[in-house]
């Protein structure tokens, strides 16, 4: 059944499973004090983690119990919204099941009320960029439009708080899915309009059983489709062409080149989107992200944001006016005559290889942070065919170093052979050693390949760390 404002004012006592420091928690949170309820914020953080987020919803008289969980805060409540990034069979929400306890989360809970169509991005790795370009098309469309999911922020709030039919977009990771999956499954959610995929890889490996389980949850997102709705897969990759054989929907096959039928791809210097045999046209003139990888999110944005919107107009102004997301393959600036290169947001081996591939000059790589055991053999191999050197980090560092060194032969003979340092956990060295590593007019880019738990917050953070420390190096250039 779907989410309605009454229907959910009937919980009178609501425990948050995650206060977090995004905006999600404190969202749900607020949202639920605002409907009057009794609302518990748990979170294992400590107090002075989160100090930024509790203050946020000072004045709502919310219970806070921050540095621990009580498991009677999951069984002595009406309902759960857990954090998305916890395991659907934690215990202490299989416990909240067997005392007949329902479990939602703040991401479930804005696609249920929402009375939009909505469009769904995920994948493996181009998500955020292909989401936010999307979204940029779609308010071109309708300023009214909503924007949220995994990319971050209060999104629930957003939507309980808007009366407009405009179109909704959501990135939405496989943590997300896991849930938000069942409850398409089970009606709480309509299914996505427009779904997209941009493709598959293994990733959170730490946290999915196996490669199966990942690429059942990201599957969540189509299996439900009605037959009138749109399924934007990118059929260059060869999971994506075996998963379109089971989508109910409509499939937009994506790619570089042709795949037939309905299907978006590159043409020449334009974008060209065909369904039911008619042709419609973008110019890519004015794109402005470089990269081959940068099409393939331009090719599935268009082709999402078209079958939303039917607005061509729509599309060829986002398309322009897209200027990328910080931290993938930021252009930070030069030291010395060295280009730094901001690409946090590369956290898994496939995103790394891409940003490898971006650059034909000299090119120190700084990788590595915490292990989500995914597969490092072919960023190995990309690493030695086309790096300077490397400058490992974290946890992952060993294992990626061992990679590499299995390698040598990936190696061309017109390089000399690849130098390979361990910072461990001193990040700051790492990136002063790629900075004289590497050669003037070489690149040094951060493109980690792994996740940044451990060392860092976020991403976010890892990216703004390695920002300051180029400009640092700058202004030491720039005084002699």
Known sequence: MRYSLDSLRQYRRVTVMGLGLFGGGAGAARFFAQLGAAVTVTDKAPAEKLARSVASLDGLGICFVLGEHREADFTDTDLVVANQAVRPDNPLLESARTHGIPIVTETGLALGLTQSPWAGVTGSSGKSTTASLLAEMVRHHDADSIFGGNIGGDLLTRVADRRSDAPLVAELSSFQLTYVGPDIADGSVTPPRVAVV???????????????????????????????????LNLDDP????????????????????????????????????????????????????????????????????????????????????????????????????????????????AAIIALEAFDKPMT?????????????????????????????????????DAVEAVPAARPASMPPLIILNAGTK?????????????????VLLSPGCASYGMFVNYEERGAVFADLARRLAEAAAEG
């Open 427 to 443: 990040f700051d060295w790492a990136v002063r050693q790629a900075y004289a590593l590497t050669p003037p007019g070489g690149v």
């Open 365 to 401: 790589l700084v990788a590595g942070g915490y292990d989500k055991e995914a597969p490092f053999e072919a960023m190995a191999e990309c690493i030695q065919r086309r790096a300077h050197a490397l400058v490992l980090v974290g946890p992952a560092g060993v294992r990626l170093r």
């Open 198 to 232: 941009t493709n598959l890889a293994p990733n959170h490996l730490d946290w999915h059983t196996d490669m199966d389980e990942y690429i059942d949850a990201k599957a969540g997102l189509l299996r439900h489709q009605r037959a009138a709705d749109f399924a934007v």
């Open 239 to 350: 999971r994506l062409t075996a998963l379109a054989a089971t989508v109910p929907g409509r499939v937009i096959r994506c790619g570089l080149h042709d795949h037939g039928g309905d299907a978006c791809y590159v043409r020449g210097d334009d974008i060209v989107l065909r369904l039911d045999g008619v042709e419609h046209k973008w110019s890519l003139s004015a794109f402005r992200l470089p990269g081959r990888h940068n099409r393939y999110n331009a090719v599935q944005a268009v082709a999402g944001a078209f079958a939303i919107t039917s607005d061509s107009e729509a599309v060829a102004a986002g398309l322009a006016s897209f200027g990328g997301l910080p931290h993938r393959l930021e252009d930070i600036g030069t030291a010395g005559g060295r280009r730094f290169i901001n690409d946090s947001k590369a956290t898994t081996p496939e």
